[in-house]
């Protein structure tokens, strides 16, 4: 089931093919549980699991309200927003 946020954003966004989040790397932490991919700009970031929770942070400071895992074999969306897994 669809909310607002989600239903104008695409399924993907472009990216460059990484398997890291870049903030923790910026960091200097190598650690991250899962990422997540912001279907506004593309930015990928870890998982509220992860100790620095980048994804959670990006929303906070961009206000891009939908992310989508970037976990192979994954392909649900967070709408921060609304609080709600579409």
Same mark, same amino acid.
């Given at each position: 089931m $669809? &909310?607002?946020?989600t239903? /104008? =954003?695409p399924a993907d966004v472009a990216v460059? $093919? /990484?398997?890291e989040c870049r903030?923790?790397?910026a960091e200097g932490n #190598?650690?991250?549980v899962h990422l997540r991919m912001c =279907?506004? &700009?593309g930015h990928? $970031?870890?998982?509220?699991?992860?100790? #620095?929770k980048h994804a959670t942070a990006h929303y906070q400071h961009s206000e891009h309200p939908v992310m989508r895992s970037y976990e192979p074999g994954e392909?649900? #969306?967070w709408c921060y927003v609304d609080n709600r897994i579409v």
């Open positions: $669809a &909310c607002e946020h239903e /104008t =954003l460059d $093919a /990484t398997d903030d923790c790397v #190598r650690f991250w =279907l506004t &700009c990928i $970031a870890c998982c509220d699991s992860s100790p #620095r392909n649900w #969306r």
